[in-house]
């Protein structure tokens, strides 16, 4: 072997397991056509256990909807339009807590913890399961030229990388199409619990989960409970795609090589959390109403929008607007992060 033969040889071989050593430590594999794709640390195993992928999912649902819980109490307060005023966050949380007692801004949170884990669990199953499809269908593939075996085609394809906006984007709404039918009726019942005043349910008689279903069942039947999952779609749809398509898209510049980062995963949880938040209030405030019923003679999506505006004109459209983007950002970023996280245990060896 002649000297350049080797020197070649050995860079090769260094460039190699240089490769090597910046993979994600847990890659994904699936197969395309005669090749296996590496895919980053986004992904679940195959052949992780599906209670494994759905206690991943609940545990980020839990984590996310509980340690933020008073503020969204607070904004649920201030979009509800028998509870419309000028007053801010801090004035609204230094009122309640005087008067009601802080474990006013916990009530419903019950209901949160009972829908929110299997909700979630669903949400990043279908998520994950959807990711691999859509990545199996639509990423480039390299394929051997069976009339010459040396050389490598690639097959044209509308998506080349696995982390793709379009992919989380499509991913997220399959997800939340899918989860808000088991979540929507337990998010009525947290939201009928917010709005609970000491005028309307005296501190001797505090409502129960139990209580307030049952009261909301034998006053107006099971349709409140289900009456908000179209609107709902229609504010968690875009939320979902923003949500998770920000989110992939800050992830692949802040950690391009796809390692397990806390941080970072927190991080870019934040952006895309608050991102999605402040573009879908309207659409919140909307679903609130109707959640609630605290407007009369509201039927639907379009009676919702008509009332709130009749009530309070445009601005009410963004009322909850700073408690919805406080809630969202730092219940996203830990969302991810726990979910992150819990893939990071599962995923070892």
């Known amino acids: 072997m002649s000297e350049t033969s080797a020197i070649i040889k050995e860079s090769s071989k260094h460039h190699e397991q240089t490769s090597q050593s910046k993979q994600s430590p847990h890659p994904h594999q699936f197969q395309m056509g005669h090749d296996t794709v590496e895919i980053d640390y986004e992904a679940l195993p195959d052949n992780s256990p599906i209670i494994a992928q759905l206690t991943a999912g609940a545990f980020a649902g839990i984590m996310e909807h509980t340690v933020m819980y008073p503020i969204d109490a607070l904004k ?132 129960t989960m139990t209580k307030t279903f049952l009261n909301i069942y034998r006053k107006e039947g099971i349709r409140p409970f289900f009456i908000s999952y179209p609107t709902t779609l229609i504010l968690n749809i875009p939320f979902a ?42 659409l919140d405030c909307i679903k609130t109403v109707l959640q609630t019923k605290s407007i009369k003679n509201v039927n639907g999506f379009m009676s919702a929008a008509k009332g709130l505006y009749e009530v309070g004109g445009s601005r009410a459209f963004l009322r909850g607007l700073k408690p919805r983007v406080i809630f969202n950002m730092p219940s996203t970023a830990i969302s991810w992060t726990a979910y992150e996280m819990a893939k990071a245990y599962l995923l070892k060896e």
């Open 76 to 207: 649920t307060r201030m979009q509800a339009s028998n509870h419309l005023s000028n007053e801010g966050l801090i004035q609204l949380f230094t009122k309640i807590s005087s008067t009601e007692g802080a474990v006013a801004l916990w009530r419903g949170v019950s209901s949160v913890v009972l829908g929110a884990g299997p909700a979630h669990a669903i949400y990043y199953l279908v998520f994950e399961a959807t990711k691999t499809t859509l990545c199996n269908n639509l990423l480039a593939q390299n394929t051997n030229n069976t009339k010459n075996p040396n050389s490598v085609t690639t097959r044209p394809a509308f998506i080349t990388d696995e982390r793709h906006p379009f992919i989380a984007s499509a991913s997220g709404i399959a997800a939340t199409i899918t989860s808000d039918a088991l979540m929507t009726p337990f998010d009525v019942l947290k939201q009928r619990m917010q709005i609970i005043t000491e005028a309307t349910a005296p501190k001797s008689t505090p409502p």
């Open 241 to 282: 795609a923003i949500n998770f398509g920000v989110y992939e898209y800050t992830s692949s510049k802040m950690n391009p090589e796809q390692i397990y980062n806390p941080l970072l995963h927190c991080v870019a949880g934040g952006i895309s959390g608050a991102a999605a938040a402040a573009v879908t209030t309207p």
